[in-house]
């Protein structure tokens, strides 16, 4: 058989989900409101780079708002960052996420949302309801504060 050989052969990659957690579920931070979440989103922020480049991190919860982990997304430039919908879920799903929360950050210390922060947020909650998963929020980091989309509306 011809498959066979070229699977055998490495013709063919071969794809394997592994989640692996050395923390019982009982002992994880578990969050309740956006200011939690983007406290613990801020203890893992590179302080000395907050107000020069902007970043984006994922926090991956389950359904009792426990969190699994904290993805470290992207590394932009002065204005932006790439948030990429596809890489958000794909760890998602490795980690049977139930919840999903990202955030980044705005060198300029202005927390009001752009127009793009807007629009992924949007693609990122469309594409995590047809997962059967929550965006919970999209929380915008500055030095000194923080803008929940989710607490003002905007999710």
Wanted: proline letters at 2%.
């Amino acid at each position: 058989m011809r498959i066979k050989e070229d699977i055998i052969n490495g013709q063919v990659a071969e794809v394997k989900l592994v989640y692996k957690s050395k923390i019982k579920s009982c002992d994880r931070l578990q969050v309740h409101n956006a200011h939690q979440m983007a406290n613990i989103f801020r203890s893992l922020w590179n302080v000395d780079n907050i107000e020069l480049l902007e970043e984006s991190k994922v926090m991956y919860l389950n359904k009792a708002n426990r969190v699994l982990a904290i993805y470290p997304l992207s590394i932009g430039g002065v204005s932006g960052t790439v948030i990429d919908v596809k890489l958000v879920l794909v760890a998602a799903l490795r980690l049977h996420a139930s919840q999903i929360c990202i955030a980044h950050n705005h060198p300029s210390g202005n927390t009001t949302p752009s127009r793009a922060d807007k629009y992924v947020t949007e693609n990122i909650s469309k594409a995590a309801e047809l997962l059967n998963m929550n965006l919970l929020d999209h929380i915008i980091l500055t030095k000194d504060n923080c803008y929940s989309m989710a607490e003002e509306g905007d999710l």
